[in-house]
Nanobody, 127 residues
Framework: QLIESGGGLVQAGDSLKLSCQASSSTFKRYAVGWFRRIPGKEREFVAAISRAVTDTLYADSVKDRFTISRNNDQNTAYLQMNSLKPEDTAVYFC??????????????????????WGQGTQVTVSS
């Protein structure tokens, strides 16, 4: 089970930090991805971090503004979002992508590769 939190209503330029809490210690065997669904659009990739924590991947639209991280001891992943823009308004989802130990560096952006999903948390950025 994955539970996202930290969403809310903020103004343009503000920051938010989303959390994704997993219920199982098998969390460390998964890469973690953040996705978002902007109203009227398909769900899109935002960021991912590898099982090994060594590799990250970002969508161009959030690069240099968002930072993904994880704490395997706490079974938690984070998405630090800075310099938020109205176009970042969306429901944000975290997801887990099982990766074998020999692929611990792997990060992927295709949502079909992800096995488990949270219910989402709303982020609204006003102008």
């Amino acid at each position: 089970q994955l539970i996202e939190s930290g969403g809310g209503l903020v103004q343009a330029g503000d920051s938010l930090k989303l959390s994704c809490q997993a219920s199982s210690s098998t969390f460390k065997r998964y890469a973690v991805g953040w996705f978002r669904r902007i109203p009227g659009k398909e769900r899109e990739f935002v960021a991912a971090i590898s099982r090994a924590v060594t590799d990250t991947l970002y969508a161009d639209s959030v690069k240099d503004r968002f930072t993904i991280s994880r704490n395997n001891d706490q079974n938690t992943a984070y998405l630090q979002m800075n310099s938020l823009k109205p176009e970042d308004t969306a429901v944000y989802f975290c997801a887990l992508d099982y990766t074998w130990f020999e692929n611990s560096y792997l990060v992927r952006r295709n949502e079909r590769d992800y096995d488990y999903w949270g219910q989402g948390t709303q982020v609204t950025v006003s102008s």
